[in-house]
């Protein structure tokens, strides 16, 4: 079939400005002369020695048509497997054109980082932002990847975009009857997707699917201990055996108190993610939305000498592995082939995780040691470690240990 357009060769570069074209910032970038120019400007009259020397070594203006940036091979060092990868180099001249040293370079889209990458190398601050747990993965090992990189960090904004989705699909809920009738909605909508019935005149308990009852957590806060701490109460009290909790974010190192603490009551727990992809409505009326259960991970805290602290892995096990591609599974031979990224905070403030110890796989290096480097600590005191583990499909799980440092 004969071709009906030109083989597209090149993109355009779109600039815009929120009010006046004027703020626009423009760096010219500058390319090496030809031999032919070059002696054409060293056959320039009149003008000095040192005009022409300056003249040579800047070179002529770019034009708007780039030849001498090649677009990422199979084999380019820099590749990370991400389909919409761009080569660093493109990114730099842009940022370097359109930004100051010291600006703040936005991609809200970021894929696989490349523009955060080069802003970093480029001496920019940048934001960048992705709904895709994996693009933020890959961008996470990016960043840790440059040389003297600055510390980041990386936040879940999740909690204000189910916000959002919560008060445009049930409303925004002013008087209380308004908040309560929201509330309603919601717990009918998640019960739905999940194909759980609602009950009534229960404090905790929202639901029931089968022979068990279901807890619901909040859109804008995580599951909390004490809050499956008091639906299981609940359950007790009805004599019903087991409780399944569906949530969206959880409190960190919760699985293994959750679990011990239900089986005393009597009462099997089991913990399910709320996909983001409920809040797409395609997803949600096709039926294609489902619940995960929470990966399991253990690890064990020693501390070698006084005021030092070192964590090792000891298991991880992710749910519904009958779930996992067949070409997946053949390459996974223990446990810890599952993981591809691990951190630590040694010091977790129940804020910001501030990572004080990292490993995670690369294209070159794929084996991943399971013990942590030993911490040392300044002053005795308790700590609180949090070891956060990234699986190889970009899903975060946590775990927390409290210990005395002396």
């Not at 703040?104 to 980082?113: E, H, K, P, T, Y």
């Not at 009738?181 to 229960?202: M, R, W």
Request: proline share 4%; net charge neutral; charged share 30%.
């Amino acid at each position: 079939m004969p071709r009906k357009a030109f083989a597209r060769k090149h993109d355009n570069i779109i600039v815009v400005a929120k009010s006046n074209p004027d703020s626009i910032v423009f760096t010219p970038q500058f390319v090496p002369y030809s031999e032919a120019s070059q002696a054409l400007v060293k056959g320039r009259g009149g003008t000095s020695i040192d005009g022409i020397e300056r003249d040579l070594e800047r070179g002529a203006h770019m034009p708007d048509w780039w030849t001498d940036i090649n677009a990422l091979q199979t084999w380019s060092p820099e590749r990370v497997n991400y389909d919409t990868q761009k080569p660093v180099k493109l990114l730099e001249r842009l940022v370097n054109s359109y930004s100051r040293p010291g600006a703040l370079v936005g991609d809200f889209f970021a894929g696989s980082g490349t523009a955060a990458v080069a802003a970093e190398n480029c001496g920019r601050r940048w934001i960048g932002c992705d709904l895709g747990r994996w693009a933020i993965h890959v961008s996470r090992k990016r960043m840790l990847g440059i040389e003297g990189c600055r510390p980041f960090e990386v936040l879940n904004l999740g909690k204000y975009e189910r916000q959002y989705w919560q008060g445009v699909k049930f409303g925004e809920g002013k008087t209380k009857s308004e908040v309560e009738q929201t509330l309603y909605e919601y717990l009918a909508f998640i019960l739905k997707l999940y194909g759980a019935q609602p009950v009534a005149g229960l404090e905790h308990l929202h639901g029931k699917k089968g022979r068990a009852m279901v807890h619901i957590g909040a859109v804008d806060a995580p599951v909390t201990i004490s809050e499956i701490d008091a639906a299981v109460e609940e359950c007790a009290k009805l004599k019903q055996a087991q409780l399944h909790v569906l949530g969206w974010d959880w409190e960190m190192g919760l699985y293994d108190l959750v679990v011990e603490a239900a089986k005393k009551k009597g009462v099997k727990p089991l913990l399910l993610q709320i996909p983001r992809e409920a809040m797409e409505q395609q997803a949600a009326a096709k039926g294609d939305v489902r619940f995960f259960e929470l990966a399991y991970l253990e690890v064990e805290v020693s501390q070698p000498k006084k005021l030092a602290a070192r964590v090792e892995l000891k298991d991880f096990v992710i749910p519904n592995a009958e779930l996992i591609p067949d070409e997946v599974r053949d390459k996974v031979k223990k446990w810890s082939d599952y993981i591809d990224y691990w951190a630590v905070d040694w010091d977790f403030r129940d804020d910001t995780f501030m990572q004080g110890w990292v490993a995670y796989r690369t294209r070159k290096e794929r084996k991943l040691p399971l013990k942590s480097d030993t911490h040392q600590y300044e002053k005795p005191g308790k700590y609180r470690v949090l070891v956060k583990v990234i699986d190889i499909f970009g899903n975060d799980t946590s775990q927390v240990v409290d210990i005395t440092a002396k």
